[in-house]
């Protein structure tokens, strides 16, 4: 029967477990377990011995900051699939899955102590810009590999279907992100009274509200890929040279774009809490790096796809002739439209959702949290506006340094 483990119970577990036994190495009683669970739904433990270590997730019955909020326990059989579908095509930019328990709801992949959660990092000062580029990697590679684009409808649809029963982390997605902040809902809060009357007018903004409509539609109801679905920079654990994406829970199939907009918006949530006067080209690079590393690899992944196999026994959703540059330009234009689209919803949600980020509470004031908040909301505004033109990252990078 499931039961939620402690620290005592993780040493036993483990130690009960042979091969995770012999990565950590000595006795169970000489190593070091602690909790150091840090996001909104899960138990997390780091367990050390004298040769490595292992990091273990285990679901519990409800979100773990709101015991009232209950829920099922299969996010983590969610996350331990989504690992074994991507780890093989981004093998040193996420982790292994090691083990997964399907009664006990546990996880176990390798420790990365050494690491830091690249939102942490973004608050305490300047990091290596190429991390971003390597999450331009991953969304690429992982996203490529499970879409038609690379496989036979048949392997995809199987996928689909497995990853369409995640649906209790999606019910999350679909309201915390895509519904809830255009409304009025007791889950949505703000500290600071001057962002009332912006929240009022982007409520009151019909054609904003028609967009945001558009995607919960477009999430829901295109599946080009095998999607992380929570890319923040919470979900990214970074030295300067290695980094990994961690925290696949809400995996599903959707939009490509929802991944690359969820991780460009936290950039620019860190780029909006950043103290005045500090240089925004670190964060712009960020950005640039991302979705340039974004777009070579996966056209360069298309590229090899070429000329399609024989099309009498793979049955792939490419053409039966090769790809004119022009398709495969407008595919990547639909991509960066859907990349900006779910950016200004993750930043809207970031800041009057349920939700929150830490990176604001770097700020002094409350004065300063506000109108840097303020701020980052009317540029969220601008993303789901039709009327803005953005048709290159650098036109998104221009109204970025606008704002
Ligand atoms: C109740 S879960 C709230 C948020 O935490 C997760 O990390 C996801 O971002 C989710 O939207
Ligand atoms: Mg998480």
């Known amino acids: ?54 990091c273990l997730k285990q679901a519990l019955p409800h979100v773990r900051v709101d015991p009232s909020w209950k829920m099922p326990l299969d996010r983590t059989f969610f996350e331990a699939a989504y690992l074994r579908e991507v780890f093989p095509h981004v093998p040193n930019l996420t982790t292994e899955c090691l083990h997964f328990d399907p009664e006990q709801f546990i996880l ?33 590679r992982s996203t490529f590999a499970t879409s038609l684009l690379a496989e036979p409808f048949e392997k995809v649809m199987n996928r689909r279907i497995c990853f369409a029963r995640n649906q209790t982390l999606t019910r999350i997605t679909v309201d915390l992100i895509l519904t809830d902040p255009y409304i009025p809902h007791p889950r949505n809060h703000w500290a600071e009274p001057e962002l009332t009357p912006v929240v009022n007018a982007l409520r009151a903004n019909a054609p904003l509200r028609t967009r945001v409509d558009a995607l919960r539609l477009h999430f829901l109801s295109n599946p080009q890929a095998l999607l992380h679905g929570d890319l923040h920079t919470g979900s990214i654990m970074t030295t300067e040279d290695d980094t990994r994406v961690i925290d696949g829970e809400f995996a599903t199939y959707g939009p490509i774009g929802f991944d690359a907009g969820l991780f460009i918006a936290n950039v620019i949530l860190s780029l909006f809490s950043s103290p005045s006067g500090q240089n925004s080209s670190l964060h712009i690079n960020m950005i640039n790096n991302f979705w340039q590393e974004f777009e070579k690899t996966f056209l360069t992944l298309w590229e090899a796809q070429n000329p399609p196999q024989d099309p009498a026994t793979h049955y792939y959703s490419t053409a039966l002739g090769p790809i004119s540059q022009t398709h495969k330009q407008a595919f990547l234009n639909s991509i960066l439209q859907d990349t900006i689209g779910f950016c200004g919803t993750e930043i809207v949600r970031r800041i009057i959702g349920y939700a929150h980020v830490a990176d604001f509470s770097a700020l002094p004031t409350p004065t300063h949290r506000a109108a840097r908040k303020k701020a ?18 650098q036109d998104f990078l221009d109204l970025l340094l606008k704002n």
């Open 376 to 393: 980052a909301l009317q540029f969220a505004t601008a993303c789901l506006s039709p009327q803005t033109p953005i048709f290159s990252i």
């Open 1 to 54: 029967a499931y039961r939620t483990l402690d620290a005592a119970g993780v040493r036993a577990y483990v130690a009960n477990l042979a091969h995770l036994a012999e990565r950590l190495g000595g006795t169970p009683a000489t190593w070091q377990v602690r909790e150091v669970s840090d996001g909104n739904l899960n138990m997390v433990f780091l367990a050390e011995g004298p040769a490595g270590g292992v």
């Open 108 to 140: 176990v992949v390798e420790s990365l102590s050494g690491h830091k959660v690249l939102r942490t990092a973004l608050m305490q000062g300047p990091v290596n810009p190429d991390i971003a580029t390597r999450i331009g990697q991953f969304v690429a």
